[in-house]
């Protein structure tokens, strides 16, 4: 079935450094993709998204690009802040479910 | 803005009591999600409906029943509480035919099951 494999955690960073995740999927057609982020204690909101190839969803400054050669959609930010602390969520969905990853917890000292 | 708002952000239960979690939208969406969450397993559907009186069971249904009597309504019921079904538990909605298909999430509910 359609799967979503995001790079483990915990990430710590400093300020104003380059964050990278990464996430690759296994799908049949051709699905959107999805990054959704969770800040402490709250629920998940959508970051970005791409609904088909070579399309680049931004946000915040975050960027993610749907490489269907690669099957992946690795999250970016060039410059990161405290309060990008959260967690990172990659969600794939073909249909109207949706397939998360483990999700990936991120620190961002000051 | 789309909301979705959950009846309580956290509950203690006893085990072997019955548990009702509601899920309330705003936005005359036809699907909803019951997930749950827990550390390094991301989220896991557990059933989702697609219209009223409409459900289908997602990845993990045992010990899990649905209830959605009413399209803004959708009730996640743990029939008969057990500690492994302590864990964050997170309400969602989507409109068809949008954004192939993302999906808007309340704030979660904590559930400690002792």
């Known amino acids: 079935g359609d799967s979503v494999t995001q790079m483990e955690g915990p990430v710590t960073l400093s300020e104003e450094a380059f964050l990278t995740i990464n996430c690759t999927y296994t799908?049949?057609?051709?699905?959107?993709l999805f990054w959704y982020v969770q800040y402490p204690g709250e629920g998940l909101q959508l970051l970005l998204k791409?609904?088909?190839?070579?399309d680049k969803g931004s946000n915040k400054g975050f960027e993610a690009t749907y490489r269907k050669e690669t099957t992946s959609f690795h999250l970016e930010k060039g410059s990161v802040q405290v309060s990008d602390s959260a967690v990172y969520f990659c969600a794939l969905s073909p249909d109207y479910k949706l397939s998360f990853g483990a999700g990936t917890t991120v620190t961002v000292r000051a | 803005d789309v909301k979705v708002t959950q009846s309580s952000r956290y509950l203690v239960k006893r085990t072997g009591e019955k548990v009702f979690l509601e899920c309330v939208q705003d936005m005359d969406h036809e699907n909803m999600f019951w997930y749950r969450q827990d550390p390094g397993l991301g989220l896991r559907l557990i059933y989702f409906?697609?219209?009223?009186?409409?459900?289908e069971k997602g990845d993990i249904p045992e010990g899990y029943s649905v209830s959605r009597e009413k399209k803004e309504r959708f009730s996640l019921i743990l029939e008969s509480a057990s500690t492994n079904q302590t864990s964050m538990y997170l309400c969602?909605?989507?409109?068809?035919?949008?954004?192939?298909?993302?999906?808007?999430f309340g704030p979660g509910t904590r559930l400690t099951v002792t």
């Open positions: 799908a049949t057609g051709y699905p959107s």
């Open positions: 969602a909605s989507s409109p068809p035919g949008q954004g192939k298909y993302e999906q808007y």
């Open positions: 791409a609904t088909k190839a070579d």
């Open positions: 409906s697609y219209d009223v009186k409409m459900k």
